[in-house]
């Protein structure tokens, strides 16, 4: 094998192993493409359980249990507003003059009922306002959680549609590199077949030229054969 049918020969290997190398290599970037997308959908799902489990959490009985009684002091304290400010307002004497002691006492334990009568009737109200407030809060606060995993859905959804663009992309092998090979093989293709016609060329002009066989001219002939 001559220098030519070399070159040629190592031409067309190396045009296969640039392309084999390219595929080698998209096959690698579309696997870390598709481990990328599974971490990206994984981080969303754990947030989405997240937000449920927060949630839920809202719900244990003790939780709901405080948060019923600090509605209801709440709605008791603003229940009490009106009346402390009007009995403020009756601190000051309503008659002329000096008044009898006896008048000052009594007016005084007068109020003390009042505000505690109404300071119990505030705390009922409030306990009984508290249950139906608690109930409302929960359900606005399951709207906007399902709302949010709504979101993060969605997002999910649009992720893994960008996502698996950018995973068929990363599974073409490089243009340059494939057409590179091809070139190369071409190449060694078309310089082992001109090494080839060469060498047919050249076997055919000895035939027609006359030109003697050396494995026939060395034959000795054994007398009682015949050729």
Partial sequence: MGGLEIAALVSMLGGAFMQHQAQQSAASNQQKAIRESLQRQQALQREAEDV?????????????????AQIGEQLTQEMLAPVQQAAASQQAPSVQGDVSE????????????????????????????????????????????????????????GQTAAD???????????????????ILQGVGTAGL???FDGLKK????????????KSLSNLTVTPGFKL
Avoid at 56 to 68: G, S, V
Avoid at 170 to 182: E, F, H, R, V
Avoid at 202 to 213: F, L, R, Y
């Fill in 102 to 157: 006896d008048y000052t006492t009594a007016k005084a334990k007068s109020q003390a009922e009042q505000m505690k009568s109404a300071e119990s009737l505030a705390r009922i109200f409030g306990r009984i306002g508290s249950a139906g407030q608690l109930r409302q809060n929960e359900a606005i606060g399951l709207g906007d959680t399902a709302q949010k995993i709504g979101m993060l859905g969605n997002f999910s959804r």
């Fill in 164 to 182: 698996q663009i950018g995973i068929n992309a990363a599974g073409i092998p490089s243009g340059g590199a494939m057409l590179g090979g091809t």
């Fill in 52 to 68: 449920a489990m927060d949630k839920a959490l809202e719900f244990a009985p003790q939780t709901r249990q405080d948060k019923q």
């Fill in 202 to 213: 050249a076997a055919v002009g000895n035939v027609w030229s006359g030109a003697p066989n």
């Fill in 193 to 195: 077949m001109g090494a």
